[in-house]
């Protein structure tokens, strides 16, 4: 487990389990060492459109989980609990991502269905490269 967890610890890993179409990029990071209070700045592209995410780190509990939560992007709320559990010879990773369209029910029922499709592809893609890197 805490080998995954350091896995996760590091910022530029997200930019090998991210899709390869968002053209994901992380750009800086606040603090040398992620934890409690960090901020971290990506770059990204959705359909060709680029985008900036600045996202601050919550709940830091070392090997077990922690909270991202979009300070600046593409959703007018994100919050994505990772949690780390020890299951039998490995270990259980969970994402409970909550995230709110802009343009609030006008961006749910025009976009939210594509957009939570999109969003299960981007996590089914992180699982089989998380899955590949430790195998």
Do not use: C
Request: no cysteine; proline share 3%.
């Amino acid at each position: 487990m805490a080998e995954v967890f350091e896995f996760f610890s590091d910022a530029k890993n997200l930019e090998k389990i991210t899709p390869p179409w968002l053209n994901f990029f992380v750009i800086q990071q606040s603090t040398e060492n992620l934890g409690t209070g960090s901020e971290i700045d990506y770059k990204l592209r959705l359909h060709g459109v680029p985008f900036k995410w600045r996202s601050r780190l919550e709940d830091w509990q070392k090997d077990k989980s922690f909270v991202d939560t979009q300070i600046k992007g593409p959703y007018s709320k994100w919050h994505h609990l990772h949690e780390f559990t020890s299951l039998r010879e490995g270990t259980l990773i969970k994402d409970l991502v909550t995230y709110r369209l802009h343009f609030a029910q006008l961006g749910s029922l025009v976009a939210g269905s594509y957009v939570k499709h999109e969003l299960q592809e981007i996590f089914s893609y992180r699982s089989s490269q998380v899955q590949a890197h430790f195998e």
